[in-house]
């Protein structure tokens, strides 16, 4: 069954606060996708019967698990990737499940998690400089460490898709250089950034191009080795 609470959720913090029309706006994208969230609901529980999981750099892997009604076999819930974060992330801890069947997988650990003034729950590397994993719905680094532990463990016997929303710093190239083509979906530009997962989630276009991507992934999978 479709799961529409995740967008109802996403529509609230998108039109809080905003002006009548744009509000009219927002709920008119949000009707206008519905059935094609329908559609991604089951495309996301066929991938996930593949034996896939969906990696991306903010929330978008999250919110489509939890249309489908599925757990989260992601680590991609509550968060976002800043800067080369992401690239260096996917190279340390998905090389093995993007290129071959040895995989390796990080587990977080108290220590990894910090809690900033400004930003809030981080996690940064020593080998990342400026860039971070922003923890956007969590304020407790105990059950960020749970979560995140527990939905890595789901993954582990899984082949990883990657969604990527170019924004926040993410560099395109570093990530068609690290990602199999046949296993990227990327949206936005640097000169167009992609919008929120929020807002994405009720994009009449992504989810058009999102369900085609699913598409091609089932109809024509690669060996467990790709």
């Known amino acids: 069954m479709l799961r529409p609470i995740c967008v109802n959720r996403s529509i609230s913090s998108i039109v809080n606060y905003k002006p009548l029309i744009y509000r009219l706006y927002i709920r008119a994208l949000y009707l206008l996708s519905f059935p094609l969230r329908c559609a991604l609901a089951f495309l996301v529980r066929a991938v996930n019967n593949y034996g896939y999981a969906i990696i991306s750099n903010n929330c978008m892997a999250g919110i489509l698990y939890e249309i489908a009604g599925l757990p989260k076999v992601t680590v991609s819930a509550g968060l976002a990737f800043f800067g080369s974060s992401f690239s ?17 997988y990080k587990h977080l650990n108290q220590q990894d998690i910090s809690s900033e003034e400004k930003l809030g729950c981080v996690y940064r590397s020593s080998e990342w400089d400026s860039e971070y994993i922003l923890f956007v719905h969590y304020d407790q680094p105990r059950l960020i460490i749970e979560k995140w532990n527990r939905r890595i463990n789901r993954m582990s016997l899984m082949r990883p898709i990657i969604l990527c929303s170019v924004r926040d710093g993410i560099c395109a190239d570093q990530i068609r250089k690290l990602v199999p083509s046949q296993r990227l979906f990327m949206y936005g530009s640097s000169l167009v950034p992609a919008p929120s997962a929020d807002r994405l989630s009720i994009s009449p276009i992504y989810l058009c191009r999102l369900s085609l991507f699913l598409i091609t992934v089932i109809l024509f999978p690669r060996p467990a080795s790709v």
Do not use: D, I, K, M
């Not at 992330?89 to 995989?103: D, P, V």
């Open 88 to 104: 260096v992330f996917l190279s340390e801890c998905f090389r093995g499940a993007l290129c071959s069947t040895n995989r390796y």
